[in-house]
């Protein structure tokens, strides 16, 4: 069982910086590919940016393109979502996505992904 969990999210004024991270864990020796989607209140889910198991391959949505960006650490395991320059529209509750797969590019569709974590919520003011 793979087990997905994020931190980070929180409360900033328009314009403001937030750092959400995911760990994977659960199957040893497994690199993830993972990644961020977001669903605001009333709105479906939606891509927002996500990572291929080797850090090689990144993708963003248009929507958050040169003001997010992905990351993942040496293990492959943990990814950053760094977002700067916020907005209220990003207001929304971030999942974070992981599949074991030898894809090396970033998965974008979220029918791909296994392992959901429970969400963190993200408010930005104005």
């Known amino acids: 069982q793979v087990h997905v969990v994020e931190s980070g999210g929180g409360y900033v004024q328009a314009g403001g910086s937030l750092r959400l991270s995911c760990a994977a864990s659960?199957?040893?020796?497994?690199?993830?590919?993972m990644g961020w989607f977001r669903q605001a209140p009333g709105k479906e889910r939606v891509f927002v940016a996500a990572?291929?198991?080797?850090?090689?391959?990144?993708a963003y949505a248009d929507s958050v393109k040169g003001r997010f960006t992905i990351s993942s650490d040496n293990a492959k395991t943990t990814v950053y979502l760094q977002m700067n320059s916020l907005k209220p529209e990003d207001t929304a509750v971030y999942y974070c996505?992981?599949?074991?797969?030898?894809?090396?590019?970033?998965?974008?569709?979220?029918?791909?992904?296994?392992?959901w974590g429970q969400g963190t919520q993200v408010t930005v003011s104005s």
């Open positions: 659960g199957r040893t020796f497994s690199s993830y590919a």
């Open positions: 990572i291929s198991w080797n850090g090689g391959s990144t």
């Open positions: 996505a992981a599949v074991i797969t030898g894809k090396y590019s970033a998965i974008v569709d979220e029918w791909e992904y296994d392992y």
